[in-house]
């Protein structure tokens, strides 16, 4: 299998100065293009591989990937990292509901959510899950989200179209994008070009407060609560933090 990157074995390595993340993204660009803009420096290096689908399709994926290409091992009875293994491993997935009526939510999908999320942290990898979608860490670099009841991802598209359509500095591309009557987030800006000229350049110098609102909604939800019911909820900004830390 070909490799996006040049992966030295372990043994091969000389004292390690760059922290190296691997990031398998269930979107094929929007999430791969924002973690690229976070490698500043050179002390850390960014692998995103996109198009990793849902939930327990995403972690299956990343697993397979890992151990085709040395990273894991299948020992004492599951998958762990090969030892000497330094690159951080993060899954990135959403759940996606399937319905805007949520008392619809089979059990079944419910618990498929959950038991991702611990296969995950059994095999060593990292999740940054968000509860509805990656869309909510977006949001959150503008404003605080309501932790009173489950949100489903349109209101986070409703949502981050009115924050573009007052959102400052202004271009004239963007005035014109937004004054269509028909602007809308989802089926606007979730094409390639839109997405990296209309959204990345504002979410950098924005990054503190979407970590610190990030962290305000995660503590909202105790241990005892399981994952799918933690909504609305994102715990993108570990896998931020991790990387804006290794590069002080």
Known sequence: M?????????????ADTIETY?????????????????????????????????????LNNTIQYCYDNGLMEFDAGGYRPKQGITEQIWC????????????TITAANNVNFDTAIQTAQNAGIKVAWSNDAFELWILLHFEDVPAAQMLHREYIYSRLTEVLKVIQPRTADLDALTSNVQFGYKTAIKKRLRFDNFVLPFLKSRSADAVQRAEKLAATFGAQIRYHERNPCTMVHLLVESILTAQR
């Open 92 to 103: 990135v997935y959403d759940r996606d509901l399937e319905s805007t009526n949520l008392v």
């Open 2 to 14: 070909a490799e996006p990157w040049n992966l030295r074995k372990p043994a091969a390595r000389t």
């Open 22 to 58: 691997i990031i398998f993204c269930e979107d094929e660009h929007h999430e791969p293009a924002y973690f690229k803009t976070l490698q500043t420096t050179g002390k850390v290096k960014i692998n995103t591989i996109g198009n990793q689908k849902q939930s327990k399709l995403n």
